[in-house]
């Protein structure tokens, strides 16, 4: 058998509530051993050792505790007695989590979160069927080199796509216009598809050395916004990212505004919309003084932008990533 790692943060698989119910719990109360004991099948899957991060609530996830998480993978994937890593995570900010450690371990070996809508506590909790799922794909050979993986509801999803759409349903998390990469039977894996985008090994990002992240805020774009936010968000953060209307899109004044602030600031314009494509606007951006976050939503542009800016100022080649990645 495989020999797989969970690594475990918290979130709603390790919450409690009152007996029986899905709503109204605390999430990071239950350590990863409790977890582990309700599924008993999972020793069927993998020799399992566990490592506790954390046990936060997702909202509580952080910069310094995602580049804690990636370091743990790094040295997991240096054990050569390690063959894939689990990762349980809260929903509210798994997909950030997700889509940081897709652009930045440095690792063939399968990484994959999970985690759970319902509280351990709950009827019918979901959390230890994506957990004994999540384990399954781990220790499977086709999860090798596949990226960073997520499965939900016997679903698979890339880090770089996935993308929180409910906040109830267990079935919380959308394939949208990406599509899935395949979906599991128990603990059979049936991939459909690849990530075509760099990733883990192959991302420009994975063999650096990260200690801290520049600060990237992201400005809301809603009707009669002030212009004091833009001043605000230019004295105080390295880089903005705008969730704007439609394609990107904001009122005259933003843009008059952002034209004389991307002078020197690096802006990445992205959309509220759930759904779509942000390209370069002749009308919105006629100069080109902005960055189109192409397929990224706004909390992923933010992360994407951070890391860019690690490495250079140059609009032109941090357009390149956003295009490509």
């Known amino acids: 058998m495989k020999n797989i790692v969970i690594i475990a943060t918290g979130g709603t698989i390790a919450g409690s509530g009152e007996a029986g119910k ?51 993978i790094h040295q997991c994937d ?4 390690v063959d894939g890593v689990v990762v349980t995570h809260g929903t509210d900010t798994l997909e950030e989590t997700a889509f940081f450690l897709n652009l930045t371990i440095h690792t063939h070996m ?12 709950a009827a019918s909790a979901d959390g230890p069927m994506n957990l004994y799922q999540a384990v399954a794909l781990a220790a499977s050979d086709q999860a090798k080199g596949a990226g960073v993986l997520a499965v939900f509801s016997d679903t698979i999803y890339s880090g770089r796509d996935i993308r929180k759409s409910n906040s109830y349903k267990t079935d919380a998390f959308e394939i949208g216009h990406f599509g899935s990469l395949g979906y599991m039977r128990d603990d059979q894996v049936y991939f459909l598809s690849q990530s075509q985008r760099p990733h883990t090994l192959t991302s420009p990002f994975s063999d650096m050395e990260i200690q801290k992240l520049p600060k990237v805020g992201i400005v809301y774009w809603h009707c009669d916004a002030d212009l004091k936010i833009l001043d605000f968000m230019a004295r105080e953060y390295e880089g903005i990212v705008t969730a704007g209307s439609g394609s990107g899109n904001y009122g005259s004044a933003w843009k008059e505004h952002f034209h004389k602030l991307a002078k020197e600031h690096v802006i990445v314009r992205s959309s509220r919309v759930a759904q779509g494509i942000v390209f370069d606007s002749s009308f919105f951006d006629p100069e080109r003084d902005t960055i189109p976050a192409f397929t990224f939503s706004p909390h992923k542009a933010r992360i994407l932008l951070m890391l860019a800016l690690m490495k250079t100022n140059d609009k032109q080649q941090i357009r390149t990533w956003f295009e490509t990645l």
């Open 22 to 72: 899905s709503a109204d719990y605390a999430a990071g109360k239950f350590k990863v051993s409790d977890i582990l004991a309700s599924v008993p099948a999972i020793q069927n899957l993998a020799h399992i050792q566990t490592i506790q991060l954390c046990n936060v609530d997702s909202n509580d996830m952080n910069e310094s505790r995602w580049i804690e998480l990636r370091n743990l």
């Open 78 to 81: 240096k054990d050569p007695q």
């Open 110 to 121: 399968p990484v994959v979160l999970t985690g759970s809508m319902r509280p351990a506590t």
